[in-house]
């Protein structure tokens, strides 16, 4: 199973970008696929979750300005980022669980597959 994270880059603030998440190796219909962020030292943060039904959950800190989305038959997941601010500057991981399950899920932990990161930076 791998995961390839692009489309990150530097954009102003107020800016947007669209990040992509490509899935290969398997078939992740009814699998959970998520968006966290990693900010220079900080821990690693939840974004967004999104089922294999289209269900989703936002962390509150991006709600309103990111929309995370997902194309079953690509096995591709994207969040449409808008609004950006300096303090969404981070990396940008693409997960997915090894499981079937029917509700998004923020905790990270429960994550099975990693993808290697794309960096976001949001100049003032």
């Known amino acids: 199973v791998q995961l390839q994270a692009y489309g990150g880059g530097l954009v102003q603030t107020g800016g947007s970008l669209r990040l992509s998440c490509a899935a290969s190796?398997?078939?992740?219909?009814?699998?959970?696929m998520g968006w966290f962020r990693q900010a220079p030292g900080k821990e690693r943060e939840f974004v967004a979750s999104i089922t294999s039904s289209g269900s989703t959950n936002t962390a509150d800190s991006v709600k309103g300005r990111f929309t995370i989305s997902r194309d079953n038959a690509k096995n591709t997941m994207y969040l449409q980022m808008n609004m950006l601010k300096p303090e969404d500057t981070a990396v940008y991981y693409c997960a997915v669980m090894g499981y079937r399950l029917n509700r998004p899920v923020r905790n990270p932990s429960f994550y099975d597959y990693w993808g290697q990161g794309t960096l976001v930076t949001v100049s003032s």
């Open positions: 190796g398997s078939t992740f219909s009814g699998t959970v």
